[in-house]
């Protein structure tokens, strides 16, 4: 594993529904990351924060709301989401360069 | 807008065979430039990593080249076995960090 977690593994719900998806490092690092990939795409950057600042925001919409409390944990709150925001959302990790990936929450909106 | 390519169609090899996969880049001037394999349903796993003024890196049965003039890496694994199977993400990277660029990857599959 590469100490990236990821809560839940997977996710279905509804556009009316609000969730939160959660991601937990124990690795040290001071960078932390949103991702959202889709089917035959390249991933997507969403969200950066480095030492629980945002440093960098993809021009996401605005159902998409991040939250670092602290360097070792990292959340993306979901609020009435749209069908073509199913993807696999995956949360990294970096002490500079290279990624850890945690195993990503499938979801599903319908 | 910058743009990384991969070899959108999957790669089928037979095992034991050297597989070559290629990344091509334009309007980007990578300082770092970084191969992650991913299996299904799961994250990607940082490979290698390989700066823009090195030529070549290997690490056991992978071998990666970085030509900045070509604008190219290809990645190599020799003695390819079943379990190499899997996605290959090319991944550039500037010098301040942050601001990754994944490819889509290229499918590959290893025949026993």
């Known amino acids: 594993e590469t100490g990236v977690t990821q809560t839940p593994r997977h996710l279905v719900m509804g556009m009316t529904n609000k969730k939160s998806l959660k991601c937990e490092q124990h690795?040290?690092?001071?960078?932390m990351y949103w991702y959202k990939q889709s089917a035959k795409k390249p991933l997507e950057l969403m969200f950066v924060?480095?030492?629980?600042?945002?440093?960098e925001n993809n021009s996401v919409p605005s159902r998409f709301s991040p939250e670092c409390p602290n360097s070792s944990h990292l959340f993306l709150h979901l609020h009435t989401l749209q069908p073509e925001d199913s993807a696999l959302y995956l949360c990294?990790?970096?002490?500079?360069?290279?990624?850890?990936f945690g195993p990503g929450t499938r979801l599903t909106v319908l | 807008s910058q743009k990384i390519e991969q070899n959108s169609e999957a790669l089928n090899i037979q095992e034991g065979k050297t597989a070559t996969l290629t990344c091509n880049y334009t309007?980007?001037?990578?300082?770092?430039l970084q191969w992650y394999r991913q299996d299904p349903g799961r994250g990607p796993v940082f490979l290698l990593l390989?700066?823009?003024?090195?030529k070549e890196k290997r690490k056991e049965r992978l071998k990666v080249t970085f030509d900045t003039t070509l604008k190219q890496s290809l990645f190599h694994i020799t003695a390819s076995q079943p379990a190499d199977s899997a996605t290959y993400l090319c991944?550039?990277?500037?010098?301040?960090?942050?601001?990754?660029?994944f490819g889509a990857g290229t499918r590959l599959f290893v025949k026993a």
């Open positions: 990294a990790s970096s002490p500079g360069h290279t990624q850890y």
């Open positions: 690795l040290g690092h001071n960078a």
């Open positions: 924060y480095s030492l629980e600042e945002r440093v």
């Open positions: 309007n980007y001037s990578p300082a770092y």
């Open positions: 390989i700066r823009e003024n090195e």
């Open positions: 991944a550039l990277d500037g010098t301040g960090g942050f601001k990754t660029i």
